[in-house]
């Protein structure tokens, strides 16, 4: 089915200037980009999309970081286009990441770990509209 999913390339694959590599391989995949802005995120900011977390004992580090540099936010649109993004991202940890995927690739770390991608349609839904009025994002 035609989905949409929100993707974030985190500030240590920015830092690393690999924007337009990873944006190469959604696009190669056939995910196109709907939306797309560059942000520092604030700490509310980061703390507010990544509330599903607040309990975890790696909720500061993974806030902090988040907050330590630009982020460069998308809405991928495409068939089958959450489950597509999560094969292209790989493992949340890089080290388990299979070879080819973006963690394998551009990760260092499990809390420096490249890109962000929703993992189902209703948090894709809740991700999408805490970064992009729906007049921001254009169907493809
Ligand atoms: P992300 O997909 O952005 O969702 C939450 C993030 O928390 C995750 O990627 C990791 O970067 C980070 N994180 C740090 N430690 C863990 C952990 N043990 N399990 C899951 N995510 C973690």
Do not use: W
Request: contains cysteine; charged residues 25%; negative net charge.
């Amino acid at each position: 089915a035609l989905e949409r999913t929100l993707s974030i390339v985190k500030p240590d694959a920015v830092a690393k200037n690999v924007v337009g590599e990873i944006y190469s391989r959604f696009e190669k995949a056939g995910l196109k980009i709907a939306a797309a802005k560059m942000k520092h995120l604030s700490r509310k900011e980061a703390e507010g999309f990544y509330a599903v977390h607040r309990e975890r004992p790696f909720f500061n580090a993974l806030v902090e970081f988040m907050c330590s540099g630009p982020v460069m936010i998308q809405v991928l649109e495409g068939d089958n286009a959450i489950a597509k993004n999560r094969e292209l991202m790989g493992a949340t940890n890089p080290k388990d990441a299979a070879p080819g995927t973006i963690r394998a690739d551009f990760a260092d770390s499990i809390d420096a770990n490249a890109v962000h991608g929703s993992d189902a349609a209703e948090t894709a839904a809740v991700e999408i509209a805490y970064f992009f009025p729906s007049t921001e994002v254009y169907a493809r």
